[in-house]
C-alpha cells in the first residue's frame, strides 16, 4: 500500500535551516507529482510546495520561496524540503502529499495520499 513518511522536523530558533525528508513506498515514486502542505496551530492546511515527476520543475508558495526548496531523489523515493530563514510562523505540522493526477496544484483536494507529517517548530 502507498506509505509516505516524513521526517527531519524539529525545534529551530529564528534563521535558523532544516531539511525536511519524505519517504515513498507502495507505488512507482518518479510517476508522481508531490508536494509539501503544511498546518499552523489552529489553521487549516496550506499547499507550500510541489515538484514535477523528474525534479527538473518546481513551485512555491509566495510565504516561501526564496527560502525553501523542494527537491527528490526518485533512486532512494525520497522527497526533501530544505527550509532555510525559517520564521515562527513557518511553525506547522509539515506533510508530504502525492498528486493524484500530473500536473502542478495547490489545491489540496488534487492530492490523494498523505503521510502523517512531521512537527517544526519556530521557537520565539
Known amino acids: 500500500q502507498v506509505q509516505l513518511v516524513e521526517s527531519g522536523g524539529g525545534l529551530v530558533q529564528p534563521g535558523g535551516s532544516l531539511r525536511l525528508s519524505c519517504a515513498a513506498s507502495?507505488?512507482?515514486?518518479?510517476?508522481?507529482?508531490m508536494s509539501w502542505v503544511r498546518q499552523a496551530p489552529g489553521k487549516g492546511p496550506e499547499w507550500v510546495s510541489a515538484?514535477?515527476?523528474?525534479?527538473?520543475?518546481?513551485r512555491y508558495a509566495d510565504s516561501v520561496k526564496g527560502r525553501f526548496t523542494i527537491s527528490r531523489d526518485n533512486a532512494k523515493n525520497i522527497m526533501y524540503l530544505q527550509m532555510n530563514s525559517l520564521k515562527p510562523e513557518d511553525t506547522g505540522l509539515y506533510y508530504c502529499?502525492?498528486?493524484?493526477?500530473?500536473?502542478?496544484?495547490?489545491?489540496?483536494?488534487?492530492?490523494?495520499?498523505w503521510g502523517q507529517g512531521t512537527q517544526v517548530t519556530g521557537s520565539a
Open positions: 502529499a502525492r498528486a493524484r493526477e500530473k500536473g502542478f496544484s495547490d489545491a489540496l483536494m488534487d492530492y490523494g495520499y
Open positions: 515538484i514535477n515527476t523528474g525534479g527538473g520543475s518546481t
Open positions: 507502495g507505488f512507482t515514486f518518479s510517476s508522481y507529482y
